[in-house]
């Protein structure tokens, strides 16, 4: 599992949707998950820089895991996700600042139909207000952006996971190259 993880860490880079060393990526199995190191660069994952942690409640190697780990937990126990994946999307960060509160609607016609309105929600990093937040948002959407930070996708397996990341950025592209234009 370790590879698919690898794998979808070079896609994210490699098309721009998060710096090597920002975001991580998850997928749940049973009462564990596979999550990526803390500092950890995504496009040179191994299996060394995955760590394996309980899903219901904090254990030993949380401290090497990713910062976002608690975050990560809450949106299993709260959705029937299997993967999650966290990026730092410059369109979609850029909207969250430029939005504030609320959500952003796509105008894009797959974004309209693949995702609805994205919400935005605040919360510091790792922190468990993020965790409360996301939760709730990612109960009833496929993707949220936390307000300057970034966005989080679920899926049923990683790809699905990552292509809502790739749609998020890119109806958050076109609202504000759109909104731009109007000015």
Do not use: W
């Given at each position: 599992m370790w590879q698919e993880i690898s794998r979808i860490g070079r896609k994210l880079v490699q098309s721009g949707l998060v710096e090597s060393h920002f975001g991580n990526i998850s997928v749940r199995m049973g009462d564990?998950?596979?999550?990526?190191?803390?500092?950890?660069?995504?496009?040179?994952?191994?299996?060394?820089?995955?760590?394996e942690v309980e899903v219901q409640g904090t254990c030993?190697?949380?401290?090497?895991?990713?910062?976002?780990?608690?975050v990560h937990r809450a949106i299993y126990n709260s959705t029937s996700a299997f993967a999650i994946v966290h990026a730092h999307c410059p369109y979609a960060?850029?909207?969250?600042?430029?939005?504030?509160?609320?959500?952003?609607?796509?105008?894009?016609?797959?974004?309209r139909y693949f995702l609805g309105d994205i919400p935005i929600v605040p919360g510091g990093i790792g922190s468990a207000e993020l965790a409360?937040?996301?939760?709730k948002a990612l109960y009833c959407?496929?993707?949220?952006?936390?307000?300057?930070?970034?966005?989080?996708?679920?899926?049923r397996v990683l790809d699905?996971?990552?292509?809502?990341?790739?749609?998020?950025?890119?109806?958050?592209?076109?609202?504000?190259?759109?909104?731009?234009?109007?000015?």
């Open positions: 564990r998950m596979l999550i990526t190191r803390s500092g950890s660069a995504l496009d040179e994952l191994t299996s060394d820089k995955i760590v030993a190697l949380d401290v090497i895991a990713s910062s976002e780990t608690i960060v850029t909207m969250s600042l430029l939005q504030g509160e609320g959500c952003i609607t796509p105008l894009d016609s797959e974004g409360e937040n996301l939760a959407h496929k993707a949220a952006i936390v307000y300057g930070h970034g966005t989080f996708s679920i899926g699905e996971a990552y292509v809502l990341t790739t749609q998020v950025e890119h109806s958050c592209r076109i609202r504000y190259l759109h909104d731009l234009m109007r000015k």
